[in-house]
């Protein structure tokens, strides 16, 4: 931080940001802000009723509440400026996960897995590494997870039953998958670059330290002694 400040390099407020803040009259009270919240809450885990609906309701709820604050004309701006900004977003995001589904129909995704469930290096190495290469390969940690543990999980039901640790190899899988996922086709950082009005040239060198590299160098830390020490 010193270093960039240094360099000048500091944060800079947004135009968007400066009008916000300087039209922060006639807010709702805070039973107004916290109602939809909790409408939210019920509806999803009292009534099962699917977050997106749920989240819908709420709005509903926020413009029958404060209707007569901006009137038809200024809601019916407000939901065009919304939808702009939730439509970008989500077709990044969109875009970023067609792109891994496409990589893991590849004959090289194929052979991939199939190294991975025949390969005889140390277990807590192939946990840690698989969930890092998955990741790097799909952009996505969860979608890693997903598909590398059903493809492995005969595999790891062997180590368990040699007296390895299910529960080392599960955490060590996450630690990997949390790694390489943060690489500039990560469908999240795009949809965070285009919510905060800057792109992936201007964001991802911190980015990369703190979400890559940092992961990395912890993962190496943990998984290096457990593989060299044969830990059990």
């Known amino acids: 931080m010193k270093h960039w400040q240094k360099k000048g390099i500091v944060f800079e407020d947004r135009p968007e940001e400066e009008e916000e803040e300087a039209s922060r009259e006639g807010l709702p009270s805070f039973p107004e802000a916290v109602l939809p919240i909790a409408v939210v809450l019920v509806l999803y885990n009292v009534f099962n009723i699917p977050v997106a609906v749920s989240m819908l309701a709420a709005v509903a709820l926020i413009i029958l509440i404060r209707f007569k604050r901006f009137g038809l004309a200024k809601w019916l701006d407000i939901a065009e400026k919304s939808l702009y900004e939730g439509v970008v977003p989500a077709l990044n995001l969109s875009v970023m996960g067609g792109l891994g589904a496409v990589v893991a129909l590849t004959p090289f995704y194929q052979r991939l897995l199939l190294w991975v469930g025949q390969t005889s290096i140390n277990p807590y190495m192939l946990c840690w590494g698989g969930g890092a290469l ?99």
């Open 134 to 232: 998955m990741a790097g390969i799909i952009g996505s940690s969860t979608s890693a997870i997903s598909t590398l543990v059903p493809n492995i999980q005969p595999l790891l039901e062997g180590y368990v039953a040699n007296g390895y640790n299910m529960g080392v190899m599960h955490r060590l899988i996450c630690v990997g998958s949390v790694s390489l996922d943060s690489l500039p086709h990560n469908g999240s950082l795009m949809a965070c670059c285009s919510l905060l009005h800057t792109t992936v040239k201007e964001s991802y060198l911190p980015i990369f330290v703190t979400c890559t590299l940092l992961p990395v160098l912890a993962g190496v830390c943990v998984t290096l002694p457990l593989s060299l020490m044969g830990f059990i």
